[in-house]
């Protein structure tokens, strides 16, 4: 049976991302909005009309009033949820969109907006909250206010975020003592990300969790895992969550989410974006000021809170480790574009609608806290996209700091083992009649694994359409050759690298190892230019070095380079390779030292001829070739 909610509008389209320097990001208007689906867009203007007092006239005048009282006695209406119907029910996709459908007709307050498509089918939208109306970020920077973005359901199975943000929306346009909250701050809200995952719906996917009682699957449509997909892009629904995020650029993105894991006495953890791996002005001011200020006030409101539980000693009073958030999570995305990333992880053993409740409760105080300290925010933010633009270096990968560990209190249950009833092995459980307060090892210092000196531009070939895309939606400001052009600069051999077996549709390359040339190559008119000096920049180190963690080489956007093309007949090439070495004594001298210390290779004729055929002007230069040229000096290039 088809449902009754309405198939996307194909006219509805987002506006353009225009890529940005750092002027424009503070100064430049934004492109108008697409089309708006519920909620008005000031300013108005409105033209005095005629008198008159013909019977159209005062039809319309009619309709017009009662319209206009439709829409005050809707404000007055019943906005209740199915979760506040039934707590251990949890809203599907098309509720939550008919429940902000109806407050953004019944409060200029909130604009409801249709993005682009997912793989679902159906469009992604964002539910905007500004209590002056006025919905353009750049008019809102303008203005000195902060932008919070929440996104919810990116793991449909774990909803709390989903019922919690229709909540707080509804209580904020309802009540003036929780908007004061907003006076410096717009809040930007994906209602729903995940939407392939949320129709996937039943009781049984999420076996460790208690409540609700049905709720959706974590994989989408395409049975990916989107907080994996930030960087490589294969769901619709990223490539539009990338262009949504770059056009809002927000200071502050909550990815509402559930944990699975230990037990414990804590309703919610919380990670961040680790404060390392951030720019230093962000990242000192997350570990001194906004986290101690979030936990403070969460345990005020009786919702004590600690890190997220990753450890891998056994239980958590053994030690927990701050997670790696590389690009590919949602918390590791926003931290490229200098936005500090909060994963709320409610416990998946609490009932649901304590879960719901302390998310509500972690967003209302984030609120709080934004508007207090938005000039501090802001100011911060300019700092770091300053100093995105002019560092002339950048980390690539991060290790965590094993001889450093910080000393937390930890409120758990006593872990212990007992004979499996399944397997008769020991088996670990959680005696909740032992909790216990401790101090627990936090390892949570990251330092720079690899860095890389950022180069003066990058070329790239308009062959990779899929990389171009993607540095679009992120805001990259590209410009294209104009002419053929064969500069020198600085180009990568792939000289080694390891690949993982399949991993969210991919085989994902490590331990990239690289032999930099100093090289003259050819690029050609329409290919892609990149200068670095831009407030993306640290997106487009990440994702251009080979060597980045979350690079599209890893990610195997540029898998074509790694096959050889080209090979040779033995019998044919015996000749010339015989030509060869008489014509290049060192080359032959090469070739007998090598069969004295290799007895495989002295043993293995085929392989000799491959040696001395990789000599030659025969064997192809793209082999391996990395196909982005870093510039690394100012040179004149022919763009646009």
Same mark, same amino acid.
């Given at each position: 049976?088809?449902?009754?909610?309405?198939?996307?509008?194909?006219?509805?389209?987002?506006?353009?991302?225009? =890529?940005?320097?750092?002027?424009?990001?503070?100064?430049?208007? /934004?492109?108008?909005?697409?089309?708006?689906?519920?909620?008005?867009?000031?300013?108005?203007?409105?033209?005095?009309?005629?008198?008159?007092?013909?019977?159209?006239?005062?039809?319309?005048?009619?309709?017009?009033?009662?319209?206009?009282?439709? =829409?005050?006695?809707?404000?007055?209406?019943?906005?209740?949820?199915?979760? &506040?119907?039934?707590?251990?029910?949890?809203?599907?996709?098309?509720?939550?969109?008919?429940?902000?459908?109806?407050?953004?007709?019944?409060?200029?307050?909130?604009?409801?907006?249709?993005?682009?498509?997912?793989?679902?089918?159906?469009?992604?939208?964002?539910?905007?909250?500004?209590? +002056?109306?006025?919905?353009?970020?750049?008019?809102?920077? #303008?203005?000195?206010?902060?932008?919070?973005?929440?996104?919810?359901?990116?793991?449909?199975?774990?909803?709390?975020?989903?019922?919690?943000?229709?909540?707080?929306?509804?209580?904020?346009?309802?009540?003036?003592?929780?908007?004061?909250?907003?006076?410096?701050?717009?809040?930007?809200?994906?209602?729903?990300?995940?939407?392939?995952?949320?129709?996937?719906?039943?009781?049984?996917?999420?076996?460790?969790?208690?409540?609700?009682?049905?709720?959706?699957?974590?994989?989408?449509?395409?049975?990916?895992?989107?907080?994996?997909?930030?960087?490589?892009? +294969?769901?619709?629904? =990223?490539?539009?969550?990338?262009?949504?995020?770059?056009?809002?650029?927000?200071?502050?993105?909550?990815?509402?989410?559930?944990?699975?894991?230990?037990?414990?006495?804590?309703?919610?953890?919380?990670?961040?974006?680790?404060?390392?791996?951030?720019?230093?002005?962000?990242?000192?001011?997350?570990?001194?000021?906004?986290?101690?200020?979030?936990?403070?006030?969460?345990?005020?409101?009786?919702? &004590?809170?600690?890190?997220?539980? $990753?450890?891998?000693?056994?239980?958590?009073?053994?030690?927990?480790?701050?997670?790696?958030?590389?690009? /590919?999570?949602?918390?590791?995305?926003?931290?490229?574009?200098?936005?500090?990333?909060?994963?709320?992880?409610?416990?998946?053993?609490?009932?649901?609608?304590?879960? *719901?409740?302390?998310?509500? =409760?972690?967003?209302?105080?984030?609120?709080?806290?934004?508007? &207090?300290?938005?000039?501090?925010?802001?100011?911060?933010?300019?700092?770091?996209?300053?100093?995105?633009?002019?560092?002339?270096?950048?980390?690539?990968?991060?290790?965590?700091?094993?001889?450093?560990?910080?000393?937390?209190?930890?409120?758990?249950?006593?872990?212990?083992? #007992?004979?499996?009833?399944?397997?008769?092995?020991?088996?670990?459980?959680?005696?909740?009649?032992?909790?216990?307060?401790?101090?627990?090892?936090?390892?949570?210092?990251?330092?720079?694994?690899?860095?890389?000196?950022?180069?003066?531009?990058?070329?790239?070939?308009?062959?990779?359409?899929?990389?171009?895309?993607?540095?679009?939606?992120?805001? *990259? #400001?590209?410009?294209?050759?104009?002419?053929?052009?064969?500069?020198?600069?600085?180009?990568?051999?792939?000289?080694?690298?390891?690949? !993982?077996?399949?991993?969210?549709?991919?085989?994902?390359?490590?331990?990239?190892?690289?032999?930099?040339?100093?090289?003259?190559?050819?690029?050609?008119?329409?290919?892609?230019?990149?200068?670095?000096?831009?407030?993306? $920049?640290?997106?487009?180190?990440?994702?251009?070095?080979?060597?980045?963690?979350?690079?599209?080489?890893?990610?195997?956007?540029?898998?074509?380079?790694?096959?050889?093309?080209?090979?040779?007949?033995?019998?044919?090439?015996? +000749?010339?390779?015989?030509?060869?070495?008489?014509?290049?004594?060192?080359?032959?001298?090469?070739?007998?030292?090598? #069969?004295?210390?290799?007895?495989?290779?002295?043993?293995?004729? !085929?392989?000799?001829?491959?040696?001395?055929?990789?000599?030659?002007?025969?064997?192809?230069?793209?082999?391996?070739?990395?196909?982005?040229?870093?510039?690394?000096?100012? *040179?004149?290039?022919?763009?646009?």
């Amino acid at each position: 049976m088809q449902h009754p909610y309405p198939q996307p509008d194909s006219r509805c389209v987002p506006a353009p991302v225009s =890529a940005k320097t750092f002027r424009d990001y503070q100064e430049k208007p /934004r492109p108008p909005p697409g089309e708006i689906l519920f909620g008005r867009e000031p300013p108005y203007t409105v033209s005095s009309p005629q008198p008159t007092t013909s019977p159209m006239f005062r039809l319309t005048n009619l309709l017009f009033l009662c319209l206009f009282s439709i =829409a005050l006695h809707a404000q007055k209406g019943d906005f209740t949820t199915p979760f &506040e119907k039934d707590q251990n029910v949890t809203a599907t996709y098309f509720e939550a969109i008919d429940f902000y459908k109806k407050l953004a007709n019944a409060f200029p307050q909130l604009q409801l907006r249709e993005w682009g498509a997912t793989d679902a089918g159906f469009p992604l939208h964002t539910a905007v909250l500004s209590l +002056d109306k006025v919905f353009d970020p750049a008019a809102i920077r #303008k203005q000195n206010k902060r932008i919070l973005f929440v996104n919810n359901a990116i793991h449909p199975g774990e909803p709390e975020g989903v019922d919690a943000t229709m909540m707080l929306v509804r209580d904020i346009l309802q009540k003036p003592e929780l908007q004061r909250n907003l006076q410096h701050v717009v809040l930007v809200v994906i209602p729903y990300y995940n939407i392939g995952g949320g129709l996937n719906r039943g009781p049984y996917s999420r076996v460790n969790q208690n409540g609700p009682n049905a709720y959706g699957f974590r994989g989408n449509a395409k049975n990916l895992d989107l907080n994996r997909d930030f960087i490589k892009c +294969d769901s619709k629904n =990223a490539l539009t969550f990338n262009e949504i995020f770059n056009y809002w650029q927000p200071d502050i993105l909550i990815d509402n989410h559930t944990s699975n894991g230990a037990d414990y006495t804590y309703t919610l953890t919380m990670l961040a974006s680790q404060q390392d791996k951030l720019d230093p002005a962000l990242g000192q001011y997350l570990d001194q000021d906004l986290l101690p200020r979030l936990y403070a006030d969460m345990k005020a409101r009786n919702w &004590e809170m600690t890190p997220y539980v $990753n450890n891998f000693r056994d239980t958590p009073d053994k030690g927990i480790y701050g997670f790696y958030d590389s690009p /590919r999570y949602s918390s590791g995305y926003a931290a490229l574009h200098n936005c500090i990333g909060f994963i709320p992880e409610t416990h998946m053993l609490k009932p649901f609608p304590q879960r *719901v409740q302390v998310t509500y =409760a972690y967003m209302d105080v984030m609120l709080r806290v934004m508007n &207090e300290q938005y000039e501090k925010i802001g100011k911060l933010k300019a700092e770091a996209i300053q100093h995105t633009m002019t560092r002339d270096s950048f980390p690539l990968d991060w290790t965590i700091a094993r001889d450093q560990a910080d000393t937390i209190i930890f409120k758990g249950y006593e872990g212990k083992y #007992k004979p499996s009833e399944v397997t008769g092995a020991d088996r670990l459980w959680y005696d909740r009649t032992a909790p216990f307060e401790r101090k627990t090892p936090y390892w949570n210092t990251f330092l720079p694994a690899k860095m890389t000196a950022k180069p003066y531009a990058y070329i790239i070939p308009q062959a990779y359409s899929e990389v171009i895309e993607r540095l679009e939606k992120n805001g *990259v #400001k590209l410009q294209r050759l104009t002419a053929d052009f064969m500069p020198e600069l600085e180009m990568y051999y792939i000289a080694d690298y390891k690949t !993982r077996d399949a991993y969210e549709g991919h085989y994902l390359h490590y331990d990239v190892q690289l032999d930099k040339r100093h090289m003259t190559w050819p690029f050609h008119q329409g290919d892609y230019v990149a200068f670095t000096d831009q407030p993306s $920049n640290r997106y487009l180190v990440e994702t251009l070095e080979p060597q980045g963690l979350d690079s599209f080489f890893a990610w195997n956007f540029f898998d074509g380079i790694l096959g050889q093309k080209e090979y040779f007949s033995s019998y044919v090439f015996e +000749d010339l390779a015989a030509e060869f070495l008489q014509n290049h004594p060192e080359v032959k001298a090469q070739l007998e030292a090598r #069969k004295q210390t290799d007895a495989e290779f002295a043993k293995n004729p !085929r392989a000799q001829l491959d040696w001395v055929y990789r000599q030659t002007p025969h064997y192809e230069p793209t082999y391996n070739l990395y196909p982005v040229g870093r510039v690394m000096e100012g *040179v004149k290039m022919p763009v646009r």
